[in-house]
Every structure is written in structure tokens, then in C-alpha cells.
């Protein structure tokens, strides 16, 4: 599962919204995960201040500092106590306000980090929202080239010596872009959406047999490698006339898919033959796709079209 610390939370978005550690410097541990088990979403981890329903990030804005401060300090104590006593991992004073006595102590008390931003608090949840949807985002690792193919996330898969590399190589040389060669991280950042990363080792490097490792980056330029890109088509590659090409449907009239992560994505099977250009079949397919996605089904209208002469027989 994954997790982070407030740490960390704090490193990677110090800068970006101004963070302040005031108190509790004895919680920088406390870990925010997006427990699936528990089903609680990624909202209900950032919100604003709440007694009945405590996120793991309390962030008070105006409002919420404002009514803390019109109470009498024994009603600020033990408000906050109350607060305190559920698992929260940190909390964030946002809009510039001021931080009141009662809430350093309560925060050094129950070792939850007490931070400030002078940022408005709609901005910082919405900025913390979505680095909380990347960092803790369900992930696997998938073996195949990853590719941006005219602005569409393809995986290129299939067994060893196929020729995934050599096809990759082609593919970035007529324009289009390299994610990830031979592991590519996949996190589901939403239900429906799948986003693959290049680990950080092998970032710019595609391996070609005969020719070794090549920094795809320094030979075809910056334009050629994508840091991410959001899977849509896997397209594995298969030998012509092997058992698990032969029964394929010709007219792929069922779209085939594979379940990631609960997440199913489109998938076809190429057979690979000597004199096949798989390059041009890759961008047809893709093309095809884009064309399916705005509705247009060239399959469905040939059917179409066929039944008409048929009728028209008759």
C-alpha cells in the first residue's frame, strides 16, 4: 500500500506554497496513505477544519481560525483536544492567519505537525489533492515498450526477441516519443486512468539488440522521450501462424482487453511476419482508435454496407 510521510509531503511542496513547520516537529513521521481497504478517497485526505468527520490534513482557513479564536482558551483546549484525539496527520493554517497558543500546544502535545502557508486554502487543498493522487497512487510494473504514439499511450508487448525494441526505434525516428523501454511503473491515478512512468535508472535509454543502449534523448533530441503518458492501447506482438494468432477474429468485432489495476485497456494482437511493416501497422491502429474514440467504427460501417448489398440482393 502505498504511503508518505508529512516529511516528505513538506519537502516536495515547501516551495511551491510557501510551507512553514511551526510545531510538532515530533510527528514529521506520521505516514497519509489511501488505504483501499478502508475505502477512503483521496478527497478525504485534505479538507477543511471538521469535528465530525476529521480529514488526515486538517487545514484551517479564515473561517475556521476566526471561530477557534472567539472561543475562551479552556473551550480552545478542549475543542482541540477532541480534534487531536483522531489520527490526524498534520495540520495546515492556511491565508496567512495567525496561530494561536493553544494550538502549538495541542499540536507539540499530540505530535501532529502544525504547519502555515499564506496561501488561500482552496489553492493549497487543491495543490495537495493532486500530489497526494500521484504519490499514493496504486501502482504496478508491466515488461514492454512504452510509446507516445500521436498523442496516445502505447505499450508494445510480447515475447523476448519479437522485436519491440527495433519497432520503438522506428516508431521515435518517424516523430514519435519513448516513455519507458523494457519496465514501465503504471499508477492508477483514478479509477479510469492508468499513467506509466519511466523508473529513474533507465530514463532516456532504449535497449536494441546489435546495437546496445542507446540515450534516445541525446540522438533524436529533447522532443523524442515523454516523462509520462496515460495508457490507452496495448498492442503485443505475436508470431504469424503461432496457436494464439491462428483463431483471432479478422474483423475484431469483440475489442480484446487486459485488466491493469482494475482498470481494463484496449488491446490487439499484432502477428509479426517477415516483411510486415510493423511501424505503419502501429500508427493505423492507432489512427483507427483515435477514429473509434469520435464514434467512427470503419468495422461496424463495412458490416453495415455489406448488409445493405445484401438486402438490396434480395
Known amino acids: 500500500m502505498p504511503q508518505i510521510s508529512v516529511r516528505q509531503l513538506f519537502i516536495d511542496n515547501a516551495e511551491k506554497l510557501r510551507l512553514t513547520w511551526v510545531a510538532g516537529q515530533s510527528g514529521a513521521n506520521n505516514l497519509l496513505s489511501n488505504d483501499a481497504s478502508e475505502q477512503k478517497p483521496t478527497l478525504s485526505l485534505v479538507g477543511h477544519l471538521n469535528f465530525i468527520h476529521p480529514n488526515r490534513i486538517q487545514v484551517l482557513g479564515v473561517a475556521e481560525t476566526v471561530y477557534l479564536l472567539q472561543l ?11 480534534l487531536f484525539s483522531n489520527e490526524m496527520a498534520a495540520v495546515i493554517v492556511a491565508n496567512g492567519q495567525i496561530v494561536g497558543d493553544c494550538l502549538r500546544e495541542a499540536s507539540e502535545r499530540f505530535h501532529v505537525p502544525l504547519l502555515t502557508s499564506p496561501e488561500q ?24 515498450v512504452f510509446l507516445d504514439v500521436l498523442e496516445v499511450g502505447v505499450l508494445l508487448t510480447g515475447e523476448s526477441s519479437m522485436g519491440k525494441s527495433e519497432l520503438a526505434l522506428e516508431l521515435i525516428s518517424r516523430g514519435h516519443g519513448l516513455v519507458a523501454d523494457d519496465v514501465v511503473e503504471v499508477y492508477r491515478t483514478n479509477p479510469e486512468t492508468l499513467e506509466g512512468r519511466c523508473p529513474p535508472m533507465l530514463r532516456d535509454f532504449l535497449e536494441v539488440r546489435g546495437i546496445g543502449v542507446l540515450n534516445i534523448r541525446t540522438i533524436f533530441g529533447e522532443t523524442a522521450v515523454r516523462p509520462r503518458k496515460t495508457l490507452k492501447l496495448i498492442m503485443h506482438l505475436a508470431k504469424a501462424g503461432g ?3 491462428a483463431p483471432m477474429d479478422r474483423l475484431q468485432m469483440q475489442a480484446a482487453t487486459q485488466d491493469i489495476l482494475g482498470v481494463p485497456i484496449r488491446k490487439l494482437v499484432i502477428p509479426v511476419a517477415a516483411g510486415r511493416n510493423l511501424a505503419v501497422l502501429v500508427e493505423a491502429a492507432v ?21 445493405k448489398f445484401m438486402e438490396m440482393g434480395e
Open 121 to 144: 486554502s482552496p489553492y493549497l487543498m487543491d495543490v495537495l489533492r493532486y500530489y497526494l493522487s500521484k504519490a499514493l497512487a496504486v501502482s504496478t510494473h508491466l515488461h514492454g
Open 287 to 307: 489512427r483507427n482508435y483515435i477514429l473509434q474514440l469520435r464514434g467512427i467504427d470503419s468495422t461496424r460501417e463495412f458490416i453495415e454496407r455489406h448488409q
Open 243 to 245: 496457436e494464439k494468432v
Open 72 to 82: 475562551s482558551v479552556e473551550a480552545q483546549r478542549e475543542s482541540l483536544a477532541k
